[in-house]
């Protein structure tokens, strides 16, 4: 018997958005075929994108998703990449007080007063829509996002849950005046979709032939930037701490 020919591949294109209001994600599946078996849901598809033997350039055992070559879980696909679909966006976090107060309030104070502020400041590595820190034994797809995460400026390990920053400043607190210091973390926002895919396959004359499958998921992640340290050593949280002065 002939082998089959794959010139018209089945691709599917799964575009996934988020409501607004809600939250929940809205799935719309574009098939050339009518059979509703084959479709699949963005849960499906992240499984599909976890058991992958290829994710994200790197070759995986199926150890790094728990599974076994009798007992299972096996692959489900033959590749998983994230493509970055627009440009990598920054913007400022959420502000968080980082001192405790210093008050110049005494009744008879004439001068500033000389204080050393130390700070330390925490902020979460992020997460994204569908996949957050330490997924997974290995980091899982989160993880998996650090190869493209460290292309852009000055990022971190995508496994790590928090970084930090800290320092010890001097200041003057002028009199009748409390003083606090506040820091506003940079943060990053990349934007791209989850790629998977299967490779069509001649399976001999008895069962069917695979056809080529193509599935996508929309992932958006946010976290810190990070400024560089010794190396092996986790990056530093870049921002900006400012002085904040309230009356007595």
Request: negative net charge; aromatic residues 6%; hydrophobic residues 35%.
């Amino acid at each position: 018997m002939a082998k089959r020919r794959f010139k018209n591949k089945k691709v599917r294109y799964v575009a996934i958005g988020a409501a607004i209001t809600t939250g929940a994600a809205v799935a719309t599946v574009l098939l050339p075929s009518a059979n509703a078996a084959e479709e699949k849901t963005t849960e499906q598809i992240l499984k599909m994108c976890e058991r992958t033997k290829v994710l994200n350039g790197k070759k995986q055992s199926l150890e790094d998703f728990g599974g076994h070559g009798i007992a299972g879980p096996g692959f489900e696909s033959d590749t998983c990449d994230f493509v970055e679909t627009k440009s990598m966006e920054f913007f400022d976090g959420p502000k968080q007080k980082v001192t405790v107060d210093f008050p110049n309030c005494e009744p008879n104070a004439t001068e500033p007063a000389k204080v050393d502020a130390t700070w330390k400041a925490t902020v979460g590595q992020g997460e994204g829509k569908y996949t957050a820190t330490q997924q997974g034994a290995s980091g899982g797809l989160f993880g998996a996002l650090s190869g493209s995460w460290l292309k852009h400026k000055g990022t971190t390990d995508l496994t790590l849950e928090t970084v930090t920053a800290s320092d010890t400043e001097k200041r003057e607190v002028p009199v009748g005046k409390v003083l606090h210091m506040e820091f506003t973390p940079k943060m990053q926002r990349m934007t791209g979709v989850w790629r998977v895919k299967i490779e069509a396959k001649d399976n001999g004359s008895i069962v069917p032939d695979t056809q080529a499958q193509t599935y996508e998921v929309e992932e958006v992640v946010e976290g810190p930037v990070t400024l560089p340290r010794a190396a092996g050593a986790p990056g530093i949280a870049d921002g900006e701490p400012d002085d904040v002065l309230t009356d007595c």
